[in-house]
């Protein structure tokens, strides 16, 4: 198990930028680190993910705009959010999980999360 503490959240402008963090507890070098957002009155969905070889994968709604990344020497994960759109109003949350086989598995539970609010 790995303990996530997510940071950088914030109130921000349409068209602006934030930076989200993810600090772990303990080392991610084989991890796949995943980012997730729950909206209010929405079911919470999966927003970027980046696997232990730096590879990156993001929901369509997010192409373009955010870009994740990871520094494996201080243990953190990032969240470049730019172009903000009042519909990336959420809390976002950041997750572990290990590969297996064809699968995977969580490997930190959900933390408290960080509040994104983008005003129009």
């Known amino acids: 198990q790995v303990q996530l503490v997510e940071s950088g959240g914030g109130l921000v402008q349409a068209g602006g930028s934030l930076r989200l963090s993810c600090a772990a507890s303990r080392s991610i070098d084989s991890i796949t680190m995943n980012w997730y957002r729950q909206a209010p009155g929405k079911q919470r969905e999966q927003v970027a993910l980046?696997?232990?070889?730096?590879?990156?994968n993001y929901v369509d709604s997010v192409k373009g705009r955010f870009t994740i990344s990871r520094d494996n020497a201080k243990n953190t994960v990032y969240l470049q959010m730019n172009s903000l759109k009042a519909e990336d109003t959420a809390v976002y949350y950041c997750?572990?999980?290990?590969?297996?086989?064809?699968?995977?598995?969580?490997?930190?539970?959900w933390g408290r999360g960080t509040q994104v609010t983008v005003s129009s």
């Open positions: 980046i696997t232990s070889a730096g590879g990156a």
């Open positions: 997750r572990a999980r290990k590969e297996a086989g064809s699968g995977w598995y969580f490997i930190s539970e």
